[in-house]
């Protein structure tokens, strides 16, 4: 259940003195205890907004066009995303690497974009960073995702402030509250 913005802008502390100052005294009596429980109720950080979707700490994330959803951590400390990819063979600027087979285990085939060094907690690694069209909730958008075997990891994605950033807000004590939807909408750069 959510509000519509308009009525948050009354509930606002500014907006409310000038209620007070116009309607006296008495109405205080009844508003106060009905803008508290409307604040505390719907906190207005948490409805999200319709072109930047709430997301929690973990949400699935579709593949496109390959169609494989995996589970992903949403990490808004990453600068990047980061995939899982196993046999990664590089030749020229081409990359060809496998999904885990717990996740699909396709094969992908796609040009090299860019190459990034990515700090981890240990050393600094060179990775090969490739374009990639994912669905995350109800938004399809074209992110670079860097590749690397991330079998030690608890999840073959990493969604980073790259996707994140302008697309989404996150609210870390949700996990999977949506699952992705692949309507036919244009994707988001």
């Known amino acids: 259940m959510s509000i519509p913005?308009?009525?948050?802008?009354?509930?606002?502390?500014?907006?409310?003195?000038?209620?007070?100052?116009?309607?006296?005294?008495?109405?205080?009596?009844?508003?106060i205890p009905a803008l508290l429980f409307l604040t505390c109720s719907f906190p207005y950080h948490t409805m999200g907004e319709p072109d930047r979707p709430v997301?929690?700490?973990?949400?699935?994330?579709?593949?496109?066009?390959?169609?494989?959803?995996?589970?992903?951590?949403i990490d808004t400390g990453a600068a990047t995303t980061s995939l899982d990819a196993r046999n990664m063979c590089?030749?020229?600027?081409?990359?060809?690497?496998?999904?885990?087979?717990?996740?699909?285990?396709?094969?992908?085939?796609?040009?090299?974009?860019?190459?990034?060094?990515?700090?981890?907690?240990?050393?600094?690694?060179?990775?090969?960073?490739?374009?990639?069209?994912?669905?995350?909730?109800s938004r399809k958008l074209r992110a670079r995702v860097n590749l690397n075997d991330r079998?030690?990891?608890?999840?073959?994605?990493?969604i980073g402030r790259n996707v994140i950033t302008g697309n989404f807000l996150v609210d870390t004590s949700r996990s999977y509250s949506n699952s992705p939807k692949t309507e036919d909408t244009e994707v988001d750069r």
């Open 5 to 31: 913005r308009g009525l948050y802008a009354i509930i606002h502390p500014v907006i409310v003195k000038d209620i007070f100052r116009e309607m006296g005294n008495h109405a205080s009596c009844l508003l």
């Open 151 to 158: 079998s030690g990891m608890r999840y073959p994605m990493l």
């Open 55 to 73: 997301i929690g700490a973990e949400e699935y994330v579709r593949i496109l066009p390959y169609g494989f959803t995996i589970p992903a951590r």
């Open 90 to 137: 590089v030749e020229d600027s081409i990359v060809t690497f496998t999904l885990p087979p717990k996740w699909g285990g396709a094969t992908i085939t796609a040009p090299i974009v860019d190459w990034r060094y990515i700090r981890t907690s240990g050393s600094r690694e060179r990775r090969p960073v490739i374009e990639l069209e994912l669905c995350i909730a």
